[in-house]
Nanobody, 119 residues
Framework: QVKLVESGGGLVQPGGSLRLSCATS????????MGWYRQAPGNERELVAS???????NVVDSVKGRFTISRDNAKDTVYLQMNSLKPEDTAAYYC?????????????WGQGTQVTVSS
């Protein structure tokens, strides 16, 4: 059973920084892609950033220039560096991984970590 374990959330003032970590029980190369989603109260879960097995990264426009996704292959860990945080970044952040198995997409989720941006 694949496990994704997030850490690094917390309370930060506007303009501050946090780094989220997602440690996986499997090799990061087991997955076609990994990424970070977030969900604020009353909102749908949305993609924030992703990284493919080949290392191609993508971040959504709302966080571009502020958030960076990266990966440590040796530690089987994916990171989300969040700078210049805004109150609207407040949400539960979830690590996600996906892979194809017998032509069926399999999704894995972490338990989530809360990020609160407030003065």
């Amino acid at each position: 059973q694949v496990k994704l374990v997030e850490s690094g959330g917390g309370l930060v003032q506007p303009g501050g920084s946090l780094r989220l970590s997602c440690a996986t029980s499997a090799s990061v190369f087991s997955f076609d892609a990994m990424g970070w989603y977030r969900q604020a109260p009353g909102n749908e879960r949305e993609l924030v950033a992703s990284i493919t097995r080949g290392g191609v990264t993508n971040v959504v426009d709302s966080v571009k220039g502020r958030f960076t996704i990266s990966r440590d292959n040796a530690k089987d860990t994916v990171y989300l560096q969040m700078n210049s945080l805004k109150p609207e970044d407040t949400a539960a952040y979830y690590c996600h991984a996906e892979t194809m198995l017998f032509s069926r997409k399999i999704d894995y989720w972490g338990q989530g970590t809360q990020v609160t941006v407030s003065s």
